[in-house]
């Protein structure tokens, strides 16, 4: 099992640079399904999600390289409509390739996803996103098959039962190319991530607006020319640095971050009296005396996003008091606690609700990486324990850092990595 082995009483100092966006390039990459000309997408980030979104734009028939922070897909010569389970089982992304393809190849089959196991993520919000658009759907041997209408709509209004990213992305991206159709999207996902994949997508031609709100609306048009492209930085690794420095009694300074992505976390921030300073370029976060508890509720954006959970979680264990987080996106997300609880945290769950009752200090323990997130909190845990912490199963977090052990050894950590196959 590969493990992460972290030597604690480690205060983080000093500065980093954000990295591209997760979240914002593997969507706009799904998208270049649909674009029979070159593309060029730059800052993107080294990621083991990366690597698989781009081995299956390479099964289906894409060409593509990936160089210095820049991946250039260039079509082959034959688009092939079937994405193996192999590939699909290491992420949900990948599934947002269905649309893209079905409206390319006039059919798509596809492995139902795989990725981090914090609760139940079905694609059912996808599927009758697309059926609701004339989509054929069907389910067999573990596959989703979708085949495109004759002909589509005028008009369509869409409503989704939850403000889902992935849908979001999944139908503003398909619409894109439903040639003469007008269509709404209501109850939309409002993350920066569907802003950026509404520029990338316009920047080849689309007309998509309303991104950032809940209504989004897409005229398809009948095809989509090449182009270059920037994705944004990662909001999610930006915040994790900064509750890595409070979890650490710390001071970092993180360039290239955008300050305006992470307001919810901001304002937690400056509720616990940590300081925060930004400028043009920077965002720093540090240490100025005890923090104070908190009581948060995690939300779809702009509400305090689920994916920092864990890491404000691994702060408020040694905040004296007692301090309250509620998840209300995914059910299983409080799968971490047990790991922390192993390194001397007070945390009682019940149902939705996290109480974290501040401890004076942790101690460093053997523990396992539930997921992504999780895993970046209990590393964060590590350094700020009572001797050595051994975090297991940390293949997961190399899927959502670029360059996590890195970062953290310019940071001041002494942190080692182990592989599987040592």
């Known amino acids: 099992m590969s493990q992460l082995v972290v030597t604690g009483n480690t205060r983080l100092t000093g500065e980093i640079r954000a990295s591209g966006s997760k979240n914002s390039v593997l969507p706009i990459l799904a998208a270049t399904v649909m674009i029979e000309e070159p593309v060029v997408i730059k800052n993107v980030p080294e990621l083991k999600d990366v690597e698989t979104m781009i081995s299956i734009l390479q099964q289906i028939g894409k060409i593509v390289t990936f160089y210095n922070e820049t991946v250039t ?8 409509g079937s994405v193996p389970y192999e590939l699909v089982s ?5 599934f947002n390739v269905i649309g893209p393809l079905a409206m390319i190849c006039g059919w798509a089959r596809v492995g139902k996803p795989g990725g981090c196991n914090i609760g139940q993520r079905p694609v059912d919000f996808h599927l009758k996103g697309l059926e609701a658009f004339g989509f054929k759907i069907t389910e067999e041997h573990g596959d989703v098959l979708a085949m495109i209408p004759s002909e589509f709509k005028k008009e369509i ?6 403000p889902s990213v992935g849908a979001t992305e999944q139908l503003m991206t398909t619409a894109a190319l439903m040639n003469g159709t007008h269509v709404i999207i209501e109850n939309a996902a409002r993350e920066p991530e569907i802003t950026d994949l509404q520029g990338f997508l316009n920047s080849c031609g ?8 809940p209504t989004i609306e897409v005229y398809g048009v009948s095809s989509l020319h090449g182009g270059d492209y920037s994705v944004i930085p990662d ?7 900064l509750l890595g420095a409070l979890t650490t009694r710390g001071d970092v ?5 955008r300050y305006d992505h992470i307001i919810s976390l901001i304002s937690v921030l400056e509720e616990m009296g940590a300081g925060v300073e930004k400028g043009n370029d920077f965002i720093r976060g540090f240490w100025k005396g005890p923090l104070k508890p908190v009581t948060v509720s995690s939300e779809p954006y702009p509400g305090f996003p689920t994916d920092l959970q864990p890491l404000l979680t691994s702060v408020l264990t040694t905040v004296e008091g007692t301090s309250i987080l509620e998840e209300n996106v995914f059910e299983n997300r409080f799968g971490y606690v047990d790991e922390l609880n192993r390194m001397g945290a007070r945390i009682k769950v019940s149902s939705r609700q996290a109480f974290i009752i501040g401890v004076h200090r942790l101690s460093g323990a053997e523990v396992v990486a539930t997921d992504i997130r999780a895993g970046a909190a209990l590393v964060m845990a590590g350094l700020a324990a009572d001797g050595e912490t051994t975090i297991n199963n940390v ?9 996590f052990q890195d970062k953290l050894s310019r940071l001041g950590a002494k942190i080692a990595y182990y592989p599987d196959d040592r």
């Open 73 to 80: 897909v260039k079509p082959g010569e034959v688009l092939i």
């Open 90 to 94: 290491k992420m949900r992304a990948s």
């Open 157 to 162: 209004i869409y409503t989704l039962p939850f």
């Open 206 to 213: 689309a007309r998509v607006s309303g991104a950032s709100t």
């Open 235 to 241: 909001r999610i690794e930006t915040g994790t640095y």
């Open 253 to 257: 300074t993180i360039t290239g971050a």
């Open 395 to 403: 293949t997961h977090i190399f899927r959502g850092y670029e360059r």
